[in-house]
């Protein structure tokens, strides 16, 4: 069964900081990492990885995956307000055509 | 482009009732899967749609079931509710099964 675990589960930070989200999973035929944001509303998509090593940007996010050592990470740089949220990391496995989800990290900024 | 839409946003039932929720995806996306967040359980996967075939379910017991059109949108339907339905209910869509899913804005079920 996929496993995705991320870490911490809640953050506390001030404006202009720069966060580190964690993600690690366990699959047994693994297709892609998806990156989401959650307001209090639906997840918004921020980025999907299938490659390792491979950074993603957008704006002040970015994102990396690691296949050999099973994670992958978010970071956001010069935090804002606007970017309290939760942020889910989601499986997609060929074993399974669903997106298992982990817990999320509940982040927070401070003005 | 339109994002993905679901009707109703807000409902209220009884136990013993049934719910019909619809959801219609991005234009062009074939694949629409539904979701259940909890606070509990957080998001877990209900089933998944492609061409109007079921293709994966989800561990939810049988009262919850959905189908999907020739013009992908879907429906789903939960029966006999129990208060430990109230939830999120996601729609998501995506244009293959394994692409990108982008997400609806939910409808929210109160079972009381």
């Known amino acids: 069964e996929d496993k995705v675990v991320q870490s911490p589960l809640s953050l506390v930070v001030h404006e202009g900081d720069t966060v580190t989200l964690n993600c690690s999973y366990e699959?047994?035929?693994?297709?892609?990492l998806l990156w989401y944001k959650q307001e209090k509303k639906a997840p918004t998509f921020l980025f999907m990885l299938?490659?390792?090593?491979i950074e993603k940007k957008s704006g002040r996010l970015s994102s990396i995956l690691d296949k050999k050592e099973l994670f992958s990470i978010l970071n956001i740089t010069a935090t804002q307000t606007g970017d309290s949220a939760v942020y889910l990391c989601?499986?997609?496995?060929?074993?399974?055509?669903?997106?298992?989800f982990g817990s999320g990290t509940q982040l927070t900024v401070l003005p | 482009k339109a994002g993905v839409t679901q009707t109703p946003r807000y409902l209220i039932k009884t136990r013993g009732q049934q719910v019909t929720l619809s959801c219609s995806p991005i234009s062009g996306h074939r694949s629409v899967s539904w979701y259940q967040q909890t606070p509990g359980q957080g998001l877990q996967f209900l089933f998944e749609y492609f061409s109007e075939t079921q293709r994966n379910k989800g561990n939810f017991p049988g009262r919850f079931s959905g189908r999907q059109f020739s013009n992908s949108r879907s429906e789903m339907n939960v029966s006999t509710l129990e208060l430990g339905d109230s939830a999120l209910y996601l729609c998501?869509?995506?244009?293959?099964?394994?692409?990108?899913?982008?997400f609806g804005p939910g409808t929210r079920l109160t079972v009381l």
């Open positions: 989601a499986l997609s496995s060929g074993s399974a055509r669903q997106l298992t």
């Open positions: 299938t490659s390792s090593g």
């Open positions: 699959v047994t035929n693994f297709r892609s």
């Open positions: 998501a869509s995506s244009r293959e099964t394994y692409n990108e899913q982008f």
